[in-house]
């Protein structure tokens, strides 16, 4: 099993394009989580999906949107990419519906820079 | 705001010590996780401690909860070179549907 993947590893961007990171599980895990980290922090999340077909703001949702296309894949998306949107994205999985109640499996994560 | 704050930020130490890392919260909580990260990598669980649980072992690892002082300390004992990471303590808070991670603490196991 490969787990969390995710694509790209890298990605540069001008302020104003867009593009869609990418997040696939083979676990067949009921939720997915879209994290950012910035140095020096913890990571806060943006958008979950408890389940196929459901999403919800995180904690700091504003410029990013999300799709949970299918229960293995759920892509992040920024229309119109801001420095202030450099950071390393992560996207994790876990079994239960109502998260939190077990661990959490994350992808090697995408390292965004927005010039 | 974060849910949990790691202390310290950052701790350095040889090969063979033991490293004590602490977590504070500030709400009621479902269960404690800590989290592993190595540079440039995705986090890796290391164990879950539930809020009706005081105390748990997992190899080297030794996981602590005061819910009454709402803190948790991860206790690495004989550390090696390989468990210099970047830890996260992650909360699972009542009447939240997604964990909230700490800032983490930085070791550096010294050779």
């Known amino acids: 099993n490969a787990g969390v993947t995710q694509t790209p590893k890298f990605q540069v961007l001008k302020t104003g394009q867009s593009m869609t990171l990418q997040c696939a599980q083979d676990m067949n895990h009921n939720s997915m989580y879209w994290y950012r980290q910035d140095p020096g922090m913890g990571l806060r999340l943006i958008y979950y999906?408890?389940?196929?077909?459901?999403?919800d703001k995180g904690e700091v949702p504003n410029g990013y949107n999300v799709s949970r296309l299918n229960k293995r894949e759920f892509s992040l998306r920024l229309e119109s990419a801001a420095p202030s949107q450099t950071s390393v994205y992560f996207c994790?999985?876990?079994?239960?519906?109502?998260?939190?109640?077990?661990?959490?499996?994350f992808g090697p994560g995408t390292r965004l820079t927005v010039l | 705001s974060q849910q949990g704050e790691e202390d310290p930020q950052a701790l350095s130490i040889q090969e063979g010590e033991n490293a004590t890392m602490n977590c504070s919260y500030k709400t009621s909580i479902n269960n404690l996780q800590w989290y592993r990260q190595n540079s440039g990598r995705g986090l890796v669980h290391l164990i879950l401690i539930r809020s009706n649980e005081r105390e748990k072992h997992s190899g080297r690892l030794r996981v602590t909860l005061d819910t009454s002082k709402k803190s948790s300390s991860l206790l690495i004992t004989a550390s090696r070179a390989a468990d210099t990471a970047s830890y996260f303590c992650?909360?699972?808070?009542?009447?939240?549907?997604?964990?909230?991670f700490g800032s983490g603490t930085r070791l550096q196991v010294q050779p």
């Open positions: 999906s408890a389940s196929e077909g459901t999403t």
């Open positions: 994790a999985s876990s079994e239960a519906r109502t998260s939190g109640r077990n661990e959490q499996f």
């Open positions: 992650a909360t699972d808070a009542a009447g939240r549907r997604a964990l909230t």
